[in-house]
């Protein structure tokens, strides 16, 4: 059962350039999270989306950053027009259920990250 | 809202030394309670959790109980190796589906 997918692993990109980030949520997941990680910092959660929904983009950028989950076909988050400070690790997660919910199906699962860096 | 607070960084240990790692939380109710792992260049990787009070989640040789008397969820290892080398997140649900704790840098030295 593999794991959640993120892809790529690594990103380079010109300032003013657009970086797209895939996640594909483990197998059966329909809940989506995409975190952020500044260098020496904690994550910080951007957005929550079910198939074709998003469910809570309290922690996205009012600018230039968006995120589907589309019914068929990984979730993307889209980056335009990077500047410096966009360079980070974005990891996707992904649960059963919604994570708010009790039990063990709540539990959100990691992929290895994206890291952006831009020049 | 829920929240979490970790003992700061970094933590330097030697070999098959005891470890803490001290987390507090703030929650409405009782939720489940989660430690992560992320070790360099990697992403976070589920250590163990607990979802209700007195539970003690456990994995390669790391401990935690959730204890609602004190609102903590510590993580302990009773000995150490450098592979631990990592940083420790603390986290539990919030206002967002995951809130987590600053991390905790450790370091083990053979």
């Known amino acids: 059962n593999a794991g959640v997918m993120q892809n790529p692993r690594h990103l380079v990109r010109r300032r003013g350039q657009e970086a797209r980030l895939r996640c594909s949520p483990m197998k059966g997941h329909s809940h989506v999270y995409w975190y952020r990680q500044l260098p020496e910092e904690g994550l910080k959660f951007m957005v929550y989306l079910q198939k074709e929904n998003i469910i809570d983009e309290s922690g996205m950028p009012k600018e230039r950053f968006s995120a589907e989950f589309p019914k068929e076909g990984p979730s993307i988050l889209r980056i335009q027009q990077v500047v410096r400070g966009d360079s980070a690790a974005y990891f996707c997660?992904?649960?059963?259920?919604?994570?708010?919910?009790?039990?063990?199906?709540?539990?959100?699962?990691f992929g290895e990250g994206s890291w952006l860096t831009v020049v | 809202g829920n929240s979490v607070t970790q003992m700061e960084g970094p933590v330097t240990l030697s070999e098959e030394a005891f470890l803490t790692i001290n987390c507090t939380y703030t929650?409405?109710?009782?939720?489940?309670l989660f430690w992560y792992v992320q070790y360099p260049g990697e992403g976070l990787q589920l250590l163990l959790k607990?979802?209700?009070?007195?539970d003690k989640g456990s994995n390669k040789g790391f401990e935690a109980t959730y204890r609602k008397e004190t609102t903590s969820f510590h993580l302990e290892k009773g000995s150490v190796q450098v592979s631990d080398s990592a940083v420790y997140f603390c986290a539990l649900p919030g206002n967002t589906p995951l809130v987590f704790g600053k991390g905790t840098r450790l370091s083990v030295i053979a």
């Open positions: 997660a992904s649960s059963l259920l919604d994570s708010a919910q009790g039990g063990s199906g709540n539990t959100i699962y």
């Open positions: 607990a979802t209700k009070a007195d």
């Open positions: 929650a409405t109710g009782y939720p489940s």
